[in-house]
């Protein structure tokens, strides 16, 4: 191996992943954030409203052009291949933000040649491990950009040095604070099922952690949790519905901090509150999703830039 500096990974490219999806992904994608039934701009192809929710993706960063199952271990083992970086345990690696610029609306079908680029923008070290943040450009075959994705993970008990460390090149736009002098301006409660692991993993992350509760009883979650992302899209759903009139066109930029597991069947609400213009003509808003039970947050550090529009009539 060679020596650790953790300046040296920041900027280092690692090879493009080659990505496709068809109508079909779209919609167990739709299933797999909670759309329900009647959602018929998610989940009905037929119907005119229908489009391809744009977080979509944020599930190709896994799943690739795959269509089938595919095994997880394989998948995500041998990805830490940047010079500069310790050894990182799979087993102690947590998916620490998200965010998605959305640039243009994705197609139904993707047909062959579209690309996730994807290149180390951060890494930062604590007295709790090392942080590395990565970007991904999602191209078409001419190589015309539909999605800036920044992704960063925890890799807890990860040591360089020990000390103190930040090299960033690049980032995702952060949230503002929650005022705190009012109310949300929308709430939105959702309802996971307890199948919601189960149809989200169908999205490209097959991680066991989902799907076996032994594996989430070792990690010490007690069972089987959900998906962040998941968990991200039904933020999306919710953010997408109460501000963007339900137009899957409406939104722009959507990131979030996952703060505390999900568990399949809890019941989510999420809080929003307008802080200002966003770029473009767009709206920005801060948001927060808890477990409506507990009250614990689920997801924090919630930042989206929306076409505010009023619902539209059906
Ligand atoms: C991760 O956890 C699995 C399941 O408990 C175990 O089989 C595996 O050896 C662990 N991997 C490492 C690198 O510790
Ligand atoms: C290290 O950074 C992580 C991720 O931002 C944070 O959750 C954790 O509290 C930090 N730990 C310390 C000791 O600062
Ligand atoms: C969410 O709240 C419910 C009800 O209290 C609880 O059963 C569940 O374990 C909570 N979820 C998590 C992940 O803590």
Redesign the pocket.
Known sequence: MSEIDLGKAVGHQDPDIPVAWNQRDLILYALGIGAKKDDHSLVNELDNSWAPFPTYPVVLMLKGADQDVIDFKTRVGGKNKAPGLPRF????TIHATQSIQILKPLPAVSGQGWKLKRRIVAVSENKSGIILESEFTLIDPNGIPYAKLYSSSFNLGAKATGGKFTKRIAGAPQAKPIPKDRQPDWVVKDQTTPEQAVIYRLSGDYN?LHIDP??GK??GFGGVILHGLSTFGFGARAVLSAVGGGNPNALKYFGVRFTSPVKPGDALETSIWEVGPGPEGTTEVTFVTKNLTTGKIVLGAGVAYVKKQEKSKL
Do not use: F, Q, S
Not at 89 to 92: A, E, L, M, T, V
């Open positions: 345990d799979p087993n102690r066991g032994r594996i070792a990690a």
